[in-house]
């Protein structure tokens, strides 16, 4: 995993949707939430994703920025954005699409210079309905492809062909974009077979809501079992400085949460909706 004290990576995630300090709950599916108050959100209209043109959906995406920093030291690796909808239910089309315009910003974001490192969450649901798309836009884009980072999520259970997951995945490291896994469980073991599917770079998880040191050393313990080095771990949702020392104690290299960095708006690009 390449590290830089400027770099600045995006991962708009569409599946996990809440700042990581949100008391609201995570889902598998988009839901219509009002972000916790005093988060800093930039929100562009929702009508361009409508199925409909002639009745735009009404609602917006909503956005973000919870700062990566290490537990360890003041080195801040990325910044991490949260996409969530408000005032409608994304279907699976919709998703598909809006992490779709989500990189094409990301690659504007680059080619513009007004970031220096930039990433995108994509489900296997994404990969598999828009596979070429990906893949042309990766290449389209190569020259600033290695400043990419690309953050899969999803089951394997869902997965109808999990050759294009597994050969996107390659594609990316065809071009230098580093691959991490988001988990949704609660336990690394029980997304062990999707890791070891992956063999991702890097991965991130929730920390754990217990402040025993045995349930962090367990975890550190499943991630090297999966094939994550903990120093390539990422927790969010550090709520305490209680939390972050007993992370790095156990070696974690990453974290995310009020204890750490506060949260703030992505900067402005074009608005997603316009992106089709």
């Known amino acids: 995993m390449v590290r830089s004290d400027n770099r600045v990576i995006l991962l708009m995630d569409l599946y996990f949707t809440l700042p990581a300090d949100s008391r609201y709950q995570v889902s598998d599916n988009v839901v219509s939430i009002t972000p916790p108050t005093g988060v800093d959100t930039r929100r562009w209209p929702a009508r361009g994703f409508a199925k409909d043109k002639d009745h735009p959906t009404e609602g917006d995406i909503c956005a973000t920025v919870w700062p990566t920093q290490a537990l360890n030291s003041t080195v801040r690796w990325f910044d991490e954005l949260y996409l969530w909808t408000e005032g409608f239910h994304a279907s699976t089309t919709q998703r598909a699409r809006i992490q779709w315009a989500a990189l094409r910003a990301a690659f504007q974001m680059l080619e513009s210079e007004e970031i220096d490192r930039i990433g995108v969450t994509l489900s296997f649901g994404t990969i598999e309905r828009t596979v070429d798309h990906l893949a042309d836009a990766i290449q389209a884009h190569a020259l600033v492809a290695h400043r990419m980072a690309i953050l899969l999520r999803g089951s394997l259970g869902g997965l109808r062909s999990p050759y294009q997951v597994r050969a996107f995945r390659e594609h990316l490291r065809g071009h230098h974009v580093a691959v ?97």
Do not use: C, H
């Not at 927790?235 to 020392?245: D, E, F, I, N």
């Open 180 to 276: 991490g896994y988001l988990l949704s469980a609660p336990s690394i073991s029980m997304e062990l077979k999707s890791m070891e599917f992956l063999q991702p770079d890097f991965a991130k998880l929730r920390a754990p809501s217990s402040t025993g040191l045995e349930t962090w050393q367990n975890l550190v313990f499943e991630s090297r079992v999966a094939g994550v080095q903990p120093d390539n771990l990422i927790v969010a949702g550090l709520q305490s400085r209680k939390q972050v020392g007993i992370a790095a104690q156990v070696g974690i290299g990453f974290g995310q949460g009020n204890a750490l960095l506060p949260p703030f708006a992505p900067p402005a690009f074009t608005p997603l909706g316009t992106i089709s």
